[in-house]
Nanobody, 116 residues
C-alpha cells in the first residue's frame, strides 16, 4: 500500500519556523520526484517546491523562495520542508506529492497556521 504521511504542522507566530516531514512507504521513493503543494482556505491548490530524485537544490514558487528549503532522505524515505520567516499568507494545508512517469501519489495534508 502506498502511503505518504505528512506531519509537523501547527500554529506559529509570524516570523516563526516549522519543519514539515513526509514519510513515504509502499513505493520506490528514490525513483520519484517529490514536491510540496499547499491549499489555503477558500483557494485552489498551489505548488510550493520540488526536488529531484537524488536530492540537491530544489525549485521554489516565488512566494516562498528564500524562506523555504526542501530536502529529502532517500535512505529513510522522508521528504522535508523547512519553513522560515513564516507569514500569515503561508497558512494552508500542506501536502506532499510523489511523481514518476504515470505514477502520481498524494498524501494527507498537515495544517500550518501562521497567526499572532
Amino acid at each position: 500500500e502506498v502511503r505518504l504521511q505528512a506531519s509537523g504542522g501547527g500554529l506559529v507566530e509570524p516570523g516563526g519556523s516549522l519543519r514539515l516531514s513526509c514519510v513515504a512507504s509502499g513505493f520506490a521513493f528514490a525513483d520519484y520526484t517529490m514536491s510540496w503543494f499547499r491549499q489555503a482556505p477558500g483557494k485552489g491548490p498551489e505548488w510550493v517546491s520540488s526536488i529531484g530524485k537524488s536530492g540537491g537544490a530544489g525549485i521554489y514558487a516565488e512566494s516562498v523562495k528564500g524562506r523555504f528549503t526542501i530536502s529529502r532522505d532517500n535512505a529513510n524515505k522522508v521528504l522535508y520542508l523547512q519553513m522560515d520567516n513564516l507569514k500569515p499568507e503561508d497558512t494552508a494545508v500542506y501536502y506532499c506529492n510523489a511523481v514518476d512517469g504515470p505514477y502520481d501519489y498524494w498524501g494527507h495534508g498537515t495544517l500550518v497556521t501562521v497567526s499572532s
